[in-house]
Structures are given as C-alpha cells and as structure tokens.
C-alpha cells in the first residue's frame, strides 16, 4: 500500500463511520493530509467541544485525548498511539497542589493544558500557550501560581506584570534542551532570518526571539510575514509544515535536537488501525474525575474562546 492508498483509505473509512480526526501541529505531514482538524492545543480544546462526530482520534499525546473525552463524555476517543504521553504532565502530583493551596489559600492555580486530568481536578483554570497571556489578564485574581511549565510561566509574568505570579520547577524536556548560545549561533548564521519560539523555551532563547507563541502562532506568524527567512525554535516538524505552506521561503531548525519523541510516535499506519476499529487505546475516564476536571477547561473556554 503506498501513502496516497493509505490516506485514501482513511479518508473514505472516517467518513464512513463519523469520525473526527485531531491532529496537533507537531505530527508528520502524512497524518496532517488526512485531518479535519490541525492546531495547537487551544484549537484542538476547542474544536473537540463543537464536533457533531461519534468517535475522535486524537492524533498528539494523552493529555490531549483526556481533554476531548472531558468535554465529550458520551462519544468514543482514541489516542492514536497508546504510548504517547507528555513528561511534563506528569512532573506533579496532586498532593503537592493541595499541600500548597493549604499554606496560601490566596492564589488561584493556574494550569497549563499540559497536565493529567488527576492534577486538573485541583486547578482552577486551564491555560494553553495561545491563551495563556489573555485569560491570566482576565483572571480577576491577582495572586496565582501557574504551574507546571516555569518557562511558559515566566514568559507569562513578563506580559502581566501587574499580577504576582509563582512558579514550580516544571517543563517540557523538548524545548527546554535549545540553549541560548544555540540560539546566538543560528542568529549569526542567519543574520536575515527571524527568530520566532515557543514559550516553553528557556527564557535567554525568548528574550532572543522576533515573536514567541503557540505552534500555530508561529506558522501564522511565518505565513503572513514579509521576511523571506526564519529560524524555528519549537518542535522540528514545524519547519516541514512551513516549508509546504510558504514554498517561496526559507526555514531553518534553531535546533536539532528539539524533537518530541512523544509526538513522534504516531505514524499513519497507526491511524489507519484506529479507522480501522482495530488500534489505538481508547480513553477511559470516571464520572466524577471528569466533573471535577472539567471545571478548569470550561473556564478557559468561557474566558478565550
Ligand atoms: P501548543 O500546542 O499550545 O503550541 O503547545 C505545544 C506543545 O508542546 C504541545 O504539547
Ligand atoms: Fe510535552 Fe514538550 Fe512534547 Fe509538547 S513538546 S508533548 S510539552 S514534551
């Protein structure tokens, strides 16, 4: 079977059976041909909360597939490859949230997406990158702690200085791994490009940045730019996406080693098995773990969308 055939097939198979597939921005170009939706973690949320489908397959890491099944209790959800989660949603535990809302029953805790639907149950509201800066602007509190990402936190706390924001040492081993003098040699190689990151990078790569944003930021950004050259400081695939989308520019990787493995592990063929009936893990979830987990996302739907 060639990758057309296989894209025919899923193509054919998902309208058949009314299934919605979500594909976040870092997966392979193959899977993005046969989406019926492609974006970062806020669109993805958001798109899940509006399908009239019967099953989602969600192309991306677990959390993702957590959060569709949360706002889409009654339909079927597959992860489209059974191991693929996020490190960093799983770098805190509830029991340190309820320790530290104990000792400053002030604050309001802010979570990023990227978190076990466990951990939201003791959030208040969610954020991603896309909306993070808007909704903490919104929040009529003024002391919060924003976990789990200190870079994305940190990016945050610059933008809205009028709010006390703590951060937990936390982060996405992905982005954290492109370093600042990684960045000034990529700057010094291309003096002509622009460099646009994703805030989960260290704080001396953004403060070297054009523009910092989501996945979708960025690739909106590099779109309707003038510019004819850019440095991308997130996830390799990026640099691919781009290169389809503005063929008539030029994309450059800040670095190679920001590879997501995670997302990495979904091939089409693991999206086919899933059209199929026969892969991916379906998302299973309690009754009451999604009430309480629910709370923190309608919040961020109700204050970014
Ligand atoms: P966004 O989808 O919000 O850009 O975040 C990137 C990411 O690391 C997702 O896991
Ligand atoms: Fe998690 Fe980082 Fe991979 Fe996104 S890129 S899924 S935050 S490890």
Not at 76 to 103: H, N, T, W, Y
Not at 122 to 149: E, H, Y
């Amino acid at each position: 079977m060639t990758t057309y055939e296989m894209q025919q097939e899923i193509i054919r198979l998902k309208k058949e059976k009314n299934i919605c597939i979500l594909v976040h921005a870092y997966q392979t170009h193959d899977i993005w041909e046969v989406a019926d939706y492609i974006g970062d973690s806020f669109g993805l949320t958001q798109q899940a909360a509006r399908s009239g489908a019967d099953t989602f397959i969600m192309c991306g890491v677990r959390f993702m597939a957590e959060t569709v099944k949360m706002l889409s209790p009654a339909k079927r959800v597959l992860l489209s490859s059974a191991d693929a989660g996020c490190p960093m949603a799983e770098q805190m535990d509830k029991d340190m949230i309820l320790q530290f809302r104990k000792e400053h029953p002030d604050h309001k805790v802010v979570a990023y997406i990227n978190t076990t639907a466990s951990l939201k149950t003791v959030c208040d509201v969610c954020v991603t990158s896309s909306s993070a800066v808007k909704i903490v602007k919104a929040l009529p509190d003024k002391k919060l702690l924003f976990i789990p990402d200190c870079n994305l936190g940190n990016w945050v706390r610059e933008q809205v200085p009028e709010k006390e924001i703590m951060l937990m040492q936390g982060g996405c081993p992905t982005h954290a791994r492109i370093t600042g003098k990684e960045a000034e040699a990529a700057k010094a190689a291309h003096p002509e490009a622009l460099l646009l990151v994703h805030p989960e990078c260290r704080p001396e790569v953004t403060a070297l940045a054009d523009y910092a944003g989501s996945t979708t930021g960025i690739m909106s950004y590099a779109e309707k730019s003038d510019a004819k050259e850019f440095i991308i400081g997130t996830e390799t695939s990026i640099v691919q996406h781009l290169q389809f989308a503005c063929p008539d520019k030029r994309f450059y990787p800040l670095s190679k080693d920001c590879v997501c493995h995670n997302m990495r592990l979904t091939t089409l063929a693991d999206v086919y098995d899933c059209v199929l009936g026969r892969g991916g893990a379906e998302i299973e979830m309690d009754a009451e773990t999604i009430a309480q987990a629910r709370r923190p996302i309608d919040e961020m739907l109700a204050y970014g969308g």
